[in-house]
């Protein structure tokens, strides 16, 4: 298919935050979905799902499940986008990427999967997640299917400074706390609570982490992105995390934690604005 714009918005759906959503969402996957399609200048219009009524949502779409807890149960998540113009409904964060890129190849800013070299960062060091990661889905771009893997377990190791900052919806915060507890197998949700020693040992990590993925953004020190000027989507999968550490810390925090490595993280994060529109 060759279409450059489509005549209908886009059905997009993300995670309800604290009102006014279109300011305070901050669910990294998501992020990545709403980068690419304002990257791909689509119209869309935004569906805010409560977190509790997510697996009801995906499932009365008929969207198979793309992650699953440790024990082998389904785990229903967002994003989820349904164009209307071809009936499509893609219910991963990659696989929305490459159904814009294979669906409207021209539009907007072009291509979001350009070749680059990102075969040379992985995480140095062993790691568990609680809840495993969606494994890569190449879709044709295999290089950055498997950063995209990388970049979420790098990030997803770090999460533990987020969550007693997460912009609830009132509406639904009380179950969502209660699920978080529930998963990780905690009594209540203030053990999540991450601060002094702990905390700054979690932050040591994450700087050295960032440190490694630095390299990355410095090799072409022409712009904030992994190609100097020019946006991918392997910006947009760092970026998407960024959003959600921004949308969780307080400012003064971000603020340092982006000073690192010579700020080009808060670089990125800024230059990534362009594509930001809920
Ligand atoms: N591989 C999937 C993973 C999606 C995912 O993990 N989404 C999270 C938000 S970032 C979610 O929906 N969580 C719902 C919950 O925690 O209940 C993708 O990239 O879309």
Request: aromatic share 12%; proline share 8%; glycine share 8%.
């Amino acid at each position: 298919m060759t279409t450059s714009t489509p005549a209908n918005p886009i059905e997009f759906y993300d995670i309800a935050t604290r009102p006014p959503a279109e300011k305070t969402c901050c669910s990294p996957n998501p992020w990545k979905a709403r980068f690419a399609l304002n990257f791909k200048a689509m119209p869309f219009t935004t569906n805010w799902v409560q977190m509790p009524d997510i697996t009801k949502v995906r499932k009365g779409l008929n969207v198979p499940p793309v992650r699953q807890f440790a024990d082998g149960t389904d785990f229903y998540t967002l994003p989820i986008i349904h164009d209307p113009n071809t009936g499509a409904l893609v219910g991963d964060s990659f696989d929305i990427a490459v159904y814009l890129q294979k669906t409207y190849p021209d539009a907007g800013a072009g291509d979001l999967f350009p070749a680059q070299a990102l075969g040379d960062w992985v995480l140095a060091k062993e790691h568990s997640i609680l809840v495993p990661l969606t494994e890569a889905r190449p879709g044709g771009w295999p290089d950055y299917a498997q950063f995209n893997v990388n970049v979420d377990a790098a990030f997803t190791l770090h999460v533990g400074l987020t969550v007693q900052g997460f912009p609830f919806d009132p509406a639904s915060e009380e179950a969502s706390k209660a699920e978080f507890v529930r998963r990780a197998g905690v009594k209540r949700f203030e053990d999540f609570t991450l601060e002094g020693e702990a905390r700054q040992k979690v932050k040591d990590s994450f700087k050295e982490m960032l440190g490694g993925l630095a390299v990355l953004f410095k090799k072409d020190p022409s712009g904030p992105f992994l190609l100097g000027q020019r946006a991918s989507y392997a910006d947009m999968m760092v970026g998407a995390w960024l959003r959600m550490f921004h949308g969780t810390l307080e400012a003064s925090e971000f603020d340092e934690i982006t000073s690192w490595h010579d700020g080009v993280f808060r670089q990125l994060h800024d230059a990534l604005d362009a594509y930001a529109k809920a």
